[in-house]
């Protein structure tokens, strides 16, 4: 089993920047696909951005692709998303997630560890 406890939301002015962190524990850190998810009020939970076992692999989805960066430091056992040039369309919940195996997924149900969010929120 694997627990993830996120930190790092907040309230910032569009344009903002804001680093989320995710520390786990439980199972062997480096051997976990690692990644974000993001869920604003009325809508589907929407997968924000993932990072390979050994960080070699990120993705990101479509609507933060520029302005988001995943990373993680495997010996601190946490996994970041720095986000940069902030719109109020980023404002939601932010989930971290992970999946034993070393393929990135983009559907909620391909993930079997969750955070249990953080709130992001940025005014216009």
């Known amino acids: 089993q694997v627990q993830l406890v996120e930190s790092g939301g907040g309230l910032v002015q569009a344009g903002g920047s804001l680093r989320l962190s995710c520390a786990a524990s439980?199972?062997?850190?480096?051997?976990?696909?690692l990644g974000w998810f993001r869920q604003a009020p009325g809508k589907e939970r929407e997968f924000v951005a993932a990072?390979?076992?050994?960080?070699?692999?990120?993705y990101y989805g479509d609507s933060v692709k520029g302005r988001f960066t995943i990373s993680r430091d495997n010996a601190r056992n946490t996994v970041f998303l720095q986000m940069n040039s902030l719109k109020p369309e980023d404002t939601a919940v932010y989930y971290c997630?992970?999946?034993?195996?070393?393929?990135?997924?983009?559907?909620?149900?391909?993930?079997?560890?969750w955070g249990q969010g953080t709130q992001v929120t940025v005014s216009s």
């Open positions: 997630a992970g999946r034993p195996t070393s393929r990135i997924g983009v559907r909620r149900d391909e993930w079997e560890y």
């Open positions: 439980g199972r062997t850190f480096s051997r976990i696909t």
């Open positions: 990072i390979s076992w050994a960080g070699g692999s990120t």
